[in-house]
């Protein structure tokens, strides 16, 4: 079995924003709260030129060929899609959202995408404003405390904070996430 390598890659944010929009049940509703957007990359070592080698760009275009001629697998509940990862369908914020866990150095790893936005919706109980059910999203979450080995292995979808717990790789908007966080303390 294979630890995965981890990291998120900031794309965009939204800073002109404030806590009402991002909890419910919130006392400072009017302070600023800003919203990062990241993806996820899981690395098997493909950076390597060696291990590259026997790929090449029409592998990966390959890929989609086979995504548009209905040859790709799509899953509908949990399920393990390689070694050391897996997809868990959480309720809540929108219908079909999943998270994934992916078993990395540090242990097992969720990123959590939009079934937790933030740290606070996981650890102090307030939910995303924007919400299909309620009780979804409060049991998702509680689903990805149940799915991480550790707090700090919740990777939330949109949180600045999480850049202050991972290490800076190649650019100022990468972080990896694998080698797991350094001063997380729960909100």
């Known amino acids: 079995m294979s630890a995965?390598?981890?990291?998120?890659?900031?794309y965009a944010d939204r800073n002109a924003r404030t806590r009402a929009d991002s909890f419910l049940f919130d006392d400072n509703q009017d302070a600023p709260h800003a919203m990062d957007y990241f993806i996820w990359l899981l690395q098997p070592?493909?950076?390597d030129d060696t291990l590259?080698?026997?790929?090449?760009?029409?592998h990966v275009c390959d890929a989609?060929?086979?995504?548009?001629?209905?040859?790709v697998r799509?899953?509908?509940?949990?399920?393990?899609?390689?070694d050391g990862v897996t997809v868990h369908c959480i309720g809540g914020h929108s219908r079909g959202l999943e998270a994934v866990r992916v078993r990395t150095q540090s242990g097992w790893m969720v990123l959590a995408s939009d079934a937790a936005h933030y740290y606070e919706n996981v650890f102090l109980n307030k939910p995303f404003p924007i919400v299909v059910d309620l009780k979804d999203m409060y049991d998702g979450v509680e689903t990805l405390k149940r799915l991480a080995s550790d707090p700090g292995l919740i990777i939330p979808g949109h949180e600045p904070l999480g850049r202050q717990f991972f290490p800076q790789t190649l650019a100022s908007n990468i972080r990896r996430l694998d080698v797991g966080p350094t001063g997380f303390t729960l909100p």
């Open 52 to 58: 590259r080698a026997p790929y090449t760009s029409g």
């Open 45 to 47: 070592c493909m950076c």
């Open 4 to 10: 995965w390598q981890g990291h998120a890659i900031k």
């Open 74 to 82: 799509f899953y509908q509940g949990d399920a393990q899609v390689a």
């Open 64 to 71: 989609f060929r086979r995504l548009y001629s209905g040859k």
